[in-house]
């Protein structure tokens, strides 16, 4: 699975929209991008995945950019309750493996 | 529906005994994986189990075991705890096939003294 780097911490306004940024720049062509979030003390959360074309659900969307080196997780209006870490993660969706490579992940702080 | 279920969610041993963690995945879920999560080194894969067999493996001690029981409930073992084994763990489990998310539990926090 391909190495993915993120800024170690952010700061966002309530209300306002949070984009965290992602690089992946080694990604191979059938890896797909994965999002989760791990608020305090809790197990991580599934947020949103992609593998070439944008995505939105009801939590976020996910830029990928074209060449697919990069991505942007979009939190459209960050709450107080969106303060967690999050973690971008480059993987087979087959792999046949339920291993998945955390690396230290972006601590997003919302603030009022 | 239930989601995934860690029990005990906190435990204090001493340190040179042993502890066995419990982890109920979502029904239907058949793959569970195991993590550690510590302040210095993040979250770590430990293993994961697939219809009762172990199908990858983290790079972890041998005192770090698992198993899987045919309901796809999995326990992991950790025997003759250091210090160093005081950490969140977490299961989280998913169908083994989808190429969604996987599903995680609350941890357990486990303390060693």
């Known amino acids: 699975d391909a190495k993915t780097t993120q800024p170690p911490s952010m700061d966002c306004a309530e209300g306002r929209a949070a984009n965290l940024p992602c690089n992946h720049s080694t990604i191979s062509g059938n890896e797909y991008v994965y999002w989760y979030r791990q608020i305090h003390s809790q197990g991580p959360q599934y947020i949103i995945h992609g593998l070439k074309n944008n995505e939105t659900n009801e939590m976020a969307s996910l830029i990928i950019t074209e060449d697919r080196k990069s991505s942007t997780l979009i939190l459209p209006h960050a709450t107080l309750r969106d303060t967690a870490v999050y973690y971008c993660i480059v993987r087979l969706p087959t792999s046949n493996t339920g291993k998945l490579i955390f690396g230290q992940g972006t601590t997003l702080q919302v603030k009022p | 529906k239930a989601g995934v279920t860690q029990t005990p969610r906190y435990l204090i041993k001493t340190r040179g005994q042993q502890v066995t963690l419990s982890c109920s995945p979502i029904s239907g879920h058949r793959s569970v994986s195991w993590y550690q999560q510590t302040p210095g080194q993040g979250l770590q894969f430990l293993f994961e189990?697939?219809?009762?067999?172990?199908?990858n493996k983290g790079n972890f001690p041998g005192r770090f075991s698992g198993r899987q029981f045919s309901n796809s409930r999995s326990e992991m073992n950790v025997s003759t705890l250091e210090l160093g084994d005081s950490a969140l763990y977490l299961c989280?489990?998913?169908?083994?096939?989808?190429?969604?998310?996987?599903?995680f539990g609350s941890g357990t926090r486990l303390t060693v003294v």
């Open positions: 189990y697939f219809s009762e067999t172990q199908r």
């Open positions: 989280a489990s998913s169908s083994g096939q989808s190429t969604y998310g996987y599903t």
